[in-house]
């Protein structure tokens, strides 16, 4: 475990004065007391404050409904998830046994709490710049190259006026499960289009974040399939 650690802090470009903040950053609470859920309460600070940054800066002629907009795509469960795996977080997690069996080391919240850990951890032990930094190395290339008028509206909006532009109807959306305890619990809902027949599943700490990242990969699925000659073009 010592050679990923140090391995990570070569990929993040940060190497912590307090190895316990790493290590504490990357355990679940099924693993024991000494979890990363209040650094990741911290972390979730972090990241939204250092990323309106990096937009202020880049987007400088966007009002704040644009700038708030992109913050939201970008600080995301499913956006936080693709960073975490890219980074290895799933092979430097602390979880216990049941968790670890039941798959918790690729579980999209799982991922997503223990970045937003790691930059808690990150501002805790070499202060906001540093956190900063890890930031900007994470997501600086996705600001870069993005543009505001391809966030302008959130997925679930999209995704109706994409289906009545073709006189289908609009979608359905139903919780298939939820899992934690009450204060913190993932919700995992289903988005179903019956005229097409397909469905998508999304995972979130709300309802609405599920529905929204439902709603987004049936969206992704049906512009995939939304060529000439497919039978959904209408």
């Known amino acids: 475990m010592e050679n990923r650690l140090d391995a990570l802090q070569r990929r993040i470009g940060y190497r912590f004065a307090d190895a316990q903040l790493l290590s504490r950053a990357l ?3 099924s693993f024991g007391a000494d979890h990363n859920e209040r650094l990741e309460f911290l972390g979730d600070a972090v990241l939204s404050l250092a990323i309106s940054g990096l937009l202020f800066e880049r987007f400088a002629g966007s ?3 644009d700038l708030t907009r ?7 469960e499913d956006s936080l998830h693709r960073v975490a795996v890219q980074l290895g977080l799933p092979e430097v997690l602390n979880l216990g046994d049941g968790e670890a ?9 799982i991922l997503a709490d223990a970045l937003e850990a790691l930059l808690g951890a990150t501002f805790l032990d070499g202060g906001f710049d540093a956190a900063r930094e890890l930031v900007k190395g994470l997501f600086g ?13 959130d997925a679930k909006t999209e995704l109706q006026e994409w ?16 899992r934690g305890q009450a204060h913190a619990q993932t919700f995992e809902v289903e988005c179903a289009v019956p005229a097409l027949n397909l ?12 529905e929204q990242e439902a709603a987004r990969r049936m969206l992704d699925a049906l512009k995939a399939s939304d060529r000439p000659g497919s039978p959904l073009q209408s």
């Open 27 to 29: 355990t679940h609470r």
């Open 63 to 65: 009002d704040e409904g």
């Open 70 to 76: 992109v913050r939201a795509h970008l600080v995301r």
């Open 101 to 109: 069996r039941g798959g918790g080391a690729q579980r999209a919240s």
């Open 141 to 153: 290339e996705v600001i870069q190259t993005t543009d505001v008028a391809s966030w302008s509206k």
């Open 163 to 178: 289906l009545q532009a073709r006189r289908l109807p609009v979608p359905t959306y139903r919780i298939s499960a939820t």
């Open 199 to 210: 469905t998508e599943s999304g995972e979130g700490r709300s309802r609405r974040v599920a």
